[in-house]
């Protein structure tokens, strides 16, 4: 709201209006403060009055706005990017430097997976290559190196500046759903479960691997398709040390508890546990 300010001799001044943030630390300058009523009704405190020309001399020479230290959005929107990474600075122990505060936009800092596939759920840094789980696949990113395809199709790995590289999809069309509770490592084998597919995958230096079709396919259809509900359900795997096989259990919101193992060495599923507490 534009505000009349009588002077004693004619100058230039600027009424800038500062973020709510900062005006603890604004002081406005006292001999101008006496604004109008209707002016102070729209929150004065917002406003300050700043000199333009140089040493307030009469038509001296005036300075220009410059750059904005603060800029207010007007229409500030949110955006959720399910299926985007973003990484900060170095971070060195050895050497002190501690950058991961900073995001600097003039770098290539983002990569993004296909939204197509759903959300990210699950990241996993293996040796120099960074595991993807997304909801319908399963992607590596390139980590320090890059990849140069050729008109073929052939990939060639490259070393690069870059933190993360180019995404690449494993071949088939498996995910982790939402159920990042359900992931499990041993060695070079990675074991999920997609629940939309009813599936239970093995991912390793051979690709993808359909586990629960061993013996157990109409077992895992049957279960994990009779979970009442994504959020109270709950899919828990894990690496038995000591048997060397895989556990999983699958746990409704009723109670009902089904785990399972799956053992390496005979390629089969070696056992299962049902618990009904209704029973």
Known sequence: ????????????????KMKSVVNAAVVPVKPYTNLPSAFAANNADDWYIEESRIRGGYNNTSVD???KAYLAEEDATQQTRISSLIHSGLFNSRTGVNNTNQFSVGKDITRSADPANGSIQKLYAEDTNLIIFQEDKVSRAL?????????????????????MGQIVAY????????????????????????????????????????????GMHDYFRDALS??????????????????????????NQNG????????ESVLGWTSQLSFNPRA
């Open 171 to 214: 071949a088939g069309e498996y995910g982790i759903s939402t159920n990042p509770e359900s992931f499990a490592v041993y060695g070079y084998r990675k074991y999920f479960v997609d629940r939309k597919r009813n599936t239970v995958l093995r991912l390793s230096r051979d690709g993808m691997t359909e586990i629960s079709s061993y």
């Open 1 to 16: 709201m534009p505000a009349t300010i009588e002077l004693k001799y004619f100058n230039s001044f600027w009424l800038k």
């Open 143 to 163: 980590i320090d190196k890059d990849a140069i395809y050729s008109a073929e199709g052939n990939a060639t790995i490259t070393s690069t500046m870059e933190v």
């Open 256 to 263: 009902t508890f089904k785990t399972v193992l799956f053992d």
């Open 226 to 251: 009779s979970l009442t509900t994504e959020v109270d359900a709950r899919i828990i795997g894990a690496w038995d040390m000591y048997t060397k096989n895989y556990v999983l259990s699958i746990q």
């Open 65 to 67: 706005l410059g750059v």
